[in-house]
C-alpha cells in the first residue's frame, strides 16, 4: 500500500513496518541535496515530529515522521551520497523504516491520486 | 517535509521587476522576493551546476535591483565630489584615479556599516552602486550630506548585469577586445553590440569577471546575446550566494550591518592609509572616533571563516561556543551553508577576539548538537582576479 502526506513524504505500508521517504515533487523543489541526516534505529516518533533533516546548498529542511512509531532501519546510502534522494526520491533513496504504532491510522492520509491532485 | 524556499504568494504581487524579469521566467528560473524585487533564485540546472559553472566557465547575473548612483560635483572639478564623498565613507575617494573602483563603506556615528557600495572615478562624476536593500536610504544619505556641492542622481534607465568566471575575458573579448587590457578594478565604456555600456572588471564571487551597466531599452538583448555564447550559464541568487560565501565576501544585513564595525568585520583593507590615524586626511568620516580607536586597540570580536568539520551545513544565526557542552558561547554564525567548489561546507561568523586566531576549534550548535568547525582564513577558494 503506498501513502502519502501532504508535507510531502510517501509511505510503503508491507504489514506493521512502512518505508518512508521524500516525494519526487519534494526534491525537485528541494534542489541539488548535499546533506542527509537520519535518526536512529530504535527511536521512537510521534505523527508531526521532525525525524530527519535535509540540506540543500542553500536552505535545511525538516522530515517529518508521517506516523507514530518505531525506527527499525535507516538508509545509509542517501547519508553517504545525498544525490540518490535527487535521483531516485521514490525508489533507493527511502529514508527510514517505521514500526507502526497504528497500522490502521495510515489510512487517513493521502492516496496516490490525491497526492497528485495536491501537487499538480 | 517542511519546504524552505518558494515565493510567498501573497506577497509577490508587489515586488519590483528588473528590466530582465520576463527573460528569466522565458528561462524556466524560480523566482523569489529579494530586497524588495522579483529575482531569480536559480534556473533548472539548479544552484549546485550553477555555482560550479561559475567556477570552470561563466555565469551571468542579473543585478539590475542594485541602485546605480551618479554623484556629479557642481563646480565640475572631481576633486570636489571626491572630498564630499569622504565625509560619508572612511575610503580614499581623492586618491582614486580617472577609470578606477574602489570597495567602500557608509558608515553611520556610532562606527557601524550603514552599507557596502562600489565608487568609481569617471573624470567627471563619480559612480556608485549600492545595495537594492539600501539604495533608498543610501541616496538621501548622500543628497542630505552631499546635496550643498553635489548633483546626486539614481540612475532607474539602466540595468546592471554580472558576468563572472575564468572564461569571462574571452567571452567579452568577443565584442571589444580591448576588455583583455583592463585589471581588476578598471572601469571602462565600450560599444557592446551597438549598445553604450559602462564595464567594470569586478564583481562578487570571488572570480576574474565583469559588471556591465547597460541602457534598459537594449538590457534584454544585450543579456541574450551574451547568454547565447555555449560557455555562459544564467546564475540565480542561490550560487551568487554561495559563490561570495566561498569567496569570503561579507553580504550586507548578513556578515555586515549598523551593529558592525568595519574592524569588526575585518574590512581594514577597505580604509587606505590616507584616511587613518596620521594619514593625510584622517578621520573626517561618520564613527570615526570608535573606528580608529579599534585600528590602534583592536575589536572585541571579529569576523572569521569558519569550516565545519563535518559533512553538515552551519547556518546563519548558529551559536558558537568554545566548549562541545554549549556552556562559553563565543560568537555567531552569520553566514553559512554549503561550498560546492570546496566540497564541504563552509561559514563565516564574528567571534570573540580571544577566539580569533586561526586553528582554533570552536563549536556551532545545530538542531541540539554541538558541531565541531575551525577558525580557518578566507577566502574558501583561491581568488583569480587580474591584478
Not at chain 2, 17 to 39: C, E, I, K, Q
Not at chain 2, 111 to 139: P, Q, S, W, Y
Amino acid at each position: 500500500m503506498l501513502k502519502f502526506t501532504e508535507e510531502h513524504e510517501w509511505l510503503k505500508i508491507e504489514g506493521d513496518v512502512a518505508t518512508v521517504g521524500i516525494t519526487e515533487h519534494a526534491a525537485g523543489q528541494l534542489g541539488d541535496l548535499v546533506f542527509v541526516e537520519l535518526p536512529e534505529a530504535g527511536a521512537s516518533f510521534a505523527k508531526g515530529d521532525s525525524a530527519a533533516t535535509v540540506e540543500s546548498v542553500k536552505a535545511a529542511s525538516d522530515v517529518y515522521c508521517p506516523l507514530d512509531g518505531e525506527i527499525v532501519e535507516v538508509n545509509q546510502a542517501i547519508v553517504d551520497d545525498p544525490s540518490l534522494v535527487n535521483s531516485d526520491p521514490q525508489g533507493a533513496a527511502w529514508f527510514f523504516k517505521l514500526k507502526l504504532a497504528d497500522p490502521s491510522a495510515a489510512n487517513a492520509l493521502l492516496d496516490e491520486a490525491a497526492y497528485k491532485e495536491l501537487v499538480a | 517535509m517542511r519546504q524552505t524556499w518558494g515565493p510567498d504568494l501573497e506577497d509577490i504581487s508587489h515586488l519590483k521587476h528588473t528590466p530582465l524579469n520576463a527573460l528569466h521566467l522565458s528561462l524556466g528560473a524560480r523566482m523569489v522576493p529579494f530586497a524588495g524585487y522579483d529575482m531569480p533564485v536559480q534556473y533548472p540546472d539548479g544552484v549546485l551546476k550553477e555555482h560550479l559553472h561559475t567556477r570552470a566557465a561563466a555565469g551571468l547575473f542579473d543585478v539590475s535591483h542594485m541602485g546605480q548612483i551618479v554623484v556629479r560635483p557642481k563646480s565640475g572639478r572631481i576633486g570636489d565630489a571626491a572630498l564630499a564623498l569622504e565625509k560619508l565613507v572612511p575610503v580614499d575617494i581623492l586618491g582614486l584615479a580617472e577609470g578606477r573602483q574602489r570597495y567602500g563603506l557608509f558608515t553611520n556615528d556610532e562606527g557601524g556599516i550603514l552599507d557596502d557600495l562600489m565608487i568609481t572615478n569617471r573624470g567627471d562624476h563619480l559612480f556608485l552602486v549600492v545595495n537594492a536593500a539600501c539604495k533608498e536610504a543610501d541616496f538621501e544619505h548622500l543628497k542630505k550630506g552631499l546635496g550643498d556641492t553635489c548633483d546626486v542622481r539614481m540612475l532607474d534607465d539602466r540595468a546592471l548585469v554580472a558576468l563572472q568566471g575564468p572564461r569571462a575575458e574571452a567571452v567579452l573579448c568577443e565584442l571589444w577586445a580591448d576588455v583583455a587590457s583592463m585589471r581588476f578594478m578598471d572601469v571602462a565604456e565600450a560599444d557592446l553590440h551597438d549598445v553604450s555600456c559602462i564595464i567594470s572588471r569586478s564583481g562578487y564571487t570571488g572570480e576574474d569577471g565583469f559588471e556591465i551597466s547597460i541602457p534598459v531599452q537594449s538590457a534584454v538583448d544585450v543579456t541574450q546575446r551574451l547568454l547565447e555564447h555555449p560557455d555562459v550559464m544564467p546564475i540565480g541568487l542561490g550560487a551568487r550566494d554561495s559563490l561570495r560565501l566561498e569567496a569570503g565576501l561579507c553580504l550586507y544585513g548578513n556578515d555586515i550591518d549598523t551593529g558592525t564595525t568595519p574592524v569588526e568585520a575585518a574590512l581594514e583593507w577597505a580604509i587606505q592609509k590616507s584616511r587613518r590615524s596620521g594619514g593625510d586626511r584622517a578621520g573626517g568620516f561618520p564613527g570615526a572616533e570608535r573606528i580608529l580607536s579599534e585600528f590602534a586597540n583592536g575589536a572585541k570580536r571579529r569576523r572569521v571563516g569558519l569550516k565545519p568539520e563535518g559533512r553538515a551545513p552551519v547556518r546563519g544565526g548558529a551559536k558558537v561556543f568554545a566548549d562541545a557542552e554549549g556552556k562559553m558561547a563565543v560568537g555567531t554564525v552569520t553566514s553559512g551553508g554549503f561550498g560546492p567548489s570546496v566540497d564541504s561546507p563552509v561559514a563565516m561568523g564574528y567571534v570573540d577576539a580571544a577566539q580569533a586566531g586561526n586553528g582554533t576549534r570552536l563549536y556551532a550548535e545545530v538542531r541540539g548538537k554541538y558541531l565541531p568547525l575551525v577558525v580557518t582564513s578566507m577566502p574558501f577558494v583561491k581568488q583569480t582576479y587580474k591584478r
